[in-house]
């Protein structure tokens, strides 16, 4: 199964390309408060979030860039960059055992966020 398209508008992240496209090799969705069951997607985020702070920032997430995905993407075009998603918001309808997504979309919000924690992963629904 391959996981979600992943869309970005966190403008902020070192990983946000233009097109709300993420460079990330892998993002991790968590509970906004650790040990409480998210209820909406405003209790998530993006851990992945590496703020943009300049030159040292970059440097600093690379370890985590799909390097693949952007060197195919000129070349190929259409979605060659997307990250793969680790997710472990148990309440979410999409959640699947192994912390994986079967959304085939998600969105993660938070334009001009400064930290993790003002990004939402805008794609989650609490099981009913």
């Known amino acids: 199964m391959s ?3 992943v869309r970005c508008e966190v403008d902020t992240c070192t990983h946000w390309l233009p097109g709300n496209a993420c460079a990330a090799a ?3 969705i968590l509970h906004e408060e650790e ?3 998210a209820q909406q ?3 998530t ?3 992945t979030f590496y703020a943009r702070r300049g030159v040292a920032s970059f440097l600093g997430s690379m370890d985590n860039v799909d390097w693949m995905g952007m060197a195919r993407e000129p070349f190929m075009g259409g979605k060659q960059i997307n990250p793969t998603v680790t997710c472990v918001v148990e309440s979410c309808v999409h959640w699947r055992e ?6 085939d979309e998600i969105k993660v ?3 001009g966020a400064d930290e993790c924690q003002d ?3 805008e794609t989650f629904e609490a099981k009913g």
């Open 3 to 5: 996981g979600p398209v």
């Open 26 to 28: 892998n993002i991790d």
């Open 35 to 37: 040990g409480k069951m």
């Open 41 to 43: 997607p405003e209790h």
């Open 45 to 47: 985020e993006c851990k």
């Open 98 to 103: 192994g912390d994986l997504c079967d959304a």
């Open 109 to 111: 919000s938070g334009q």
């Open 119 to 121: 990004t939402n992963c």
